[in-house]
């Protein structure tokens, strides 16, 4: 009886050692095909970044200031003679012509009553307080009604005309500075009719029966630039000394010579004879 049972207790062992044995999966020797348990991963979802950008950085442009460094030089123009010039119109806004016409002189516009100053040292040598001009003739040599002209010292002669007067105490022989008022800018002789302004012209020294050379030889325009806002010391010596070499000290005249027929001359009176032109010929020459 106990033999017996032992036997089935001996079977049931056997058939559950088989029945484990052939549910395990056939492998490598020593090696189980079927991959260990795991632990579960959990996974995590990745986290929202919130980032901030930050913007361009505050400007320093209006904190940024230049150095304070100091005034300019002001470096003086060159010196091109020994000569100091002035404008020949002081104390007031003027334009003038920079081109040839008809003669080589140049209209200075000014208002009236502006100064009419020496344009550089020197000696005054003509000098008109009385307007002859009158259309009916129009006589050359009184074209410039009242007017002053001037020897420089750099033996040039510098004419101012169209005068509304003439300053006082300036007469032939007066030592005068540049920049000393000779008179006051008007509109006499042939300029009547016009606007007031200067007859500015450049020559060299004759006679007064030369009119037509004291009304301008040299082209005045390049050293009244320079002069109001360039070089004061650029002087026409050179150029005028040059073209009286050419021409020669008397030219003749060739434009605008002739007068109209004079009327009948009526008897001078004495107030006349006291207004005269009266000039000076100084001895030094340029």
Known sequence: MRA?????????????????SCSTATGIAGVRAQSPTSEPVSVTATPAVTATIPGPPPSTQAAVRAPEGDDPVRVPPPKLSKYTYAFPVDGCKVTYQR?????????????????????VGGVVDEVNIQNRWTPATDAGAHREGRFVTVIGDDGVRYLGGHLDSVANGIRPGVRVEAGRQLGRIGNTGNARGTAPNLYF?????????????????????????????????????????????????TPPCTVLCASKKAPTPRKTKQADRKDEPFTLNPTDTP
């Open 201 to 249: 012209a450049i020559s060299w020294k004759t006679g007064p029966a030369l009119w037509w050379v004291r009304r301008g030889m040299v082209k005045p325009w390049d050293y009244l630039d320079a002069w109001l806002s360039g070089n004061p010391t650029l002087s026409p010596r050179q150029e005028t000394l040059a073209l009286r070499g050419r021409v020669g000290e």
């Open 4 to 20: 017996g049972l032992s036997v089935r207790w001996a079977a049931v062992t056997g058939a559950v050692l088989l029945t484990a």
């Open 99 to 119: 081109q040839l016409l008809v003669l080589p002189k140049t209209t200075i516009w000014a208002a009236k009553g502006c100064s009419f100053v020496a344009p």
